[in-house]
Structure formats: C-alpha cells, structure tokens
C-alpha cells in the first residue's frame, strides 16, 4: 500500500496480474492487493473529520469560491493561499473560519494513493513542503479551539511531513510543532505527561536558549511527580518499607511515652522530701536518677524487641535485647552499691546502741 508521504509499494499497481494477490474489499470483491478501493480515497481529511463533516465543508467551499483546482502547481497555490486566509482569521481570533480555511488547505494538498505513484520526487518533496506549515497552523487552531487529541495529531502529522525534508530547513518548524504537541499532550483532554515531557525535551534540545520551552520543561517535570506521587497504584511503597515505616511510627509513639514517664520520675525526685521521708545522700541520688533512666530505656528497647519478634526479625531482635541485658547488669550493680553503702551509713548508729546497752549493762 502506498504511503501517505511516499512512492513506497508493495506491488506495481501497472503491472498487476492475475497472479497477483487479491484481497477483498468491503463488499466482498477481490482486488490485486495495490489497486483496490483505498488506492482511490484521500485520506488526509479523515484524520479529523468524519465524511459527512467532509461533505459540509466541501459545500462551503463552493459557496466561497474556493473549489480544488484540478492542476498540480496551482492546487499547492490555492493551499498556501486558503493558510493566509487563515492566518488572517486567527489573528482576529475567529478560530471557526480559521479551521475551515486550514481544513480547505489541507484538502487542496489531499492526493489518493494512486495519484501519488504517478508523482515525481520533486512533486512529492514540493507537498511536503506545502502541507507542514499548514499542520503547524491547524495545530494551533485546534489547541486555541481547546480540541486537543486533533491539536495532537496535526502535530505529528506535521513531524511526519518535516522528517521526509532536510532537517537544517525545518528545524525550527519542528520546534513549533514539538512544542505545540507537548502542550496538546499536558492538557486535561490528553493528560499525557510522560509524552508531553519527551516532547519539551527535544524541542529544548533543538532550542536551547527559548525560554517559553525551558518553562513549560520544568512544569511538565514538576506535574509528572506530582502525579506519580499521587498514584496509589502505580507508585505503592514495597511491603518492606510501608512495614518499617509502621514500626518506625511506633517506636516513636513507645519514645515519646516513654519520655513523658522519665519527666514524670525526675520531678519526682527533683520534688523537695516530706518530714516523713528520709534525704538520701548524693551518691544514692545519682545512682537512683541513673537506674530510673535505665529502666525507662529497658521498657523503650522491650517494646521495640516484641515488635520486632512480631515482625520476625531476628538481627533487630538481637540489637534491642543487648542494651537491656546491660541496663539490667546496671540495675544489679546499683542494689549492690545501695545496699553497701546504707549499711555503711547506717554503721555508727549501731555502734552508739551497742555502746548504750553495754552501759546499761554495766
């Protein structure tokens, strides 16, 4: 089948034989593949628009006085005189009438399969050249017209047409169109921002110094990452992490218990003794804030430690049960101590009553 853009075939419609092969078409008839129906329809205006609206617009262009030649050299000047007109409607911001005169260039330049076999290489460079400006405007108008999935195509189509040129010669048509599809592609009608930020990034590439470009470059990356943050589906944390994160939450919530418990202990011993209640000397008063903070550490580091065994996992296990074992062996060591040094306190009172009854005695 012969291309929209080129002379490639898969068969020599002129030298069809009956060894060729057939294909059916619609109705059931057979056909040498090359030659059937769709060799004989233009295609272009069916990319946006179905056949009755096609109809409508050929009856108005009757009415305007802007009927397709037939010739070749002047159906590419009627094109380029309908994109003036245009132009000239999309300045007085009448997108209507600007659509229908982009719509009326784009089928002046509609050839049929079968009539671009019998074109030249320069008369198919020539529709090329023709038909990409005219996609650059009706990709405007339909973004201006906020019809966006068109916007889109007229834009590609018109890349299409720039690849089969000289890259020097629409470089900067092909930023316009770039930039014109990436903005098609970002809108809400389209909302394909992953494609709209492929197209920002070439056209950026192939004109550095535009700043409208870089802009619209770094919204489209700050919109892609607020939506994929924003996708519970496509970006959903890994059962490991969203496992970590739970128990980070309540390891924090067991701290700040925790905390609010060791407040509460050392104003309590912070808090001036009663008549009834004995001062306790300053090494047993640090002893005793020490094992108080230890002993809230060792209910911190038990909760972290069933967490843990509930999570089954043995190494955080291990962690969290080495500084208990040490803050008990602390606790051990300080009854010791206390023990020892109240006796020591407790010492020369005793020698006073043993010396009173031994008197008593006497």
């Known amino acids: 089948r012969v291309g929209l853009f080129g002379r490639e075939r898969l068969y020599d419609v002129t030298s069809a034989c009956c060894h060729a092969p057939m294909a059916k078409d619609g109705h059931g008839v057979l056909h040498p593949i090359g030659s059937g129906p769709e060799m004989l329809q233009e295609h272009w205006m069916l990319h946006f628009c179905e056949k009755p609206e096609k109809e409508l617009l050929l009856v108005w262009m009757h009415q305007e006085g802007l009927d397709r030649p037939k010739p070749f050299e002047d159906r590419i000047a009627h094109a380029e005189k309908l994109r003036e007109m245009s132009n000239r409607w999309f300045k007085a911001r009448d997108y209507r009438r600007a659509l229908h005169c982009i719509m009326a260039a784009v089928h002046s330049l509609d050839w049929t399969p079968a009539e671009q076999t019998g074109q030249s290489p320069e008369q198919l460079r020539q529709v090329a050249q023709a038909m990409l400006p005219v996609m650059g405007n009706a990709a405007m108008i339909f973004l201006n017209r906020g019809d966006f999935s068109n916007a889109v195509t007229a834009a590609t189509a018109g890349l299409k047409c720039a ?123 640090k002893l005793a804030r020490c094992i108080g903070i230890c002993l809230g550490r060792s209910r911190r580091y038990c909760r972290s430690a069933r967490q843990a065994m509930e999570q089954k996992k043995p190494m955080a296990l291990a962690a969290m049960l080495l500084p208990v074992l040490v803050v008990g062996l602390a606790v051990v060591t300080g009854r010791v101590l206390s023990s020892s040094s109240t006796e020591q306190h407790d010492l020369p009172e005793r020698r006073e009553a043993v010396r009173a009854g031994a008197f008593a005695n006497a």
């Open 163 to 285: 690849d089969r040129l000289p890259q020097e010669e629409t470089r900067l048509m092909r930023v316009k169109l770039l930039w014109r599809r990436g903005i098609a592609r970002g809108e809400k009608g389209a909302k394909d921002l992953e494609g709209a930020l492929a197209d920002f990034t070439e056209a950026a590439a192939l004109e550095p110094g535009d700043k409208e470009i870089r802009t619209c470059l770094k919204n489209c990356k700050l919109a892609l990452l607020e939506e994929r943050k924003n996708d519970p589906i496509r970006f959903r944390p890994s059962p490991s992490k969203k496992d970590s994160a739970v128990a980070e939450q309540s390891v924090d919530k067991a701290t700040a218990v925790q905390e609010s418990d060791m407040t509460t202990t050392l104003e309590q011993f912070d808090a001036p003794a009663s008549s009834s209640q004995k001062e306790l000397p300053p090494r047993l008063e």
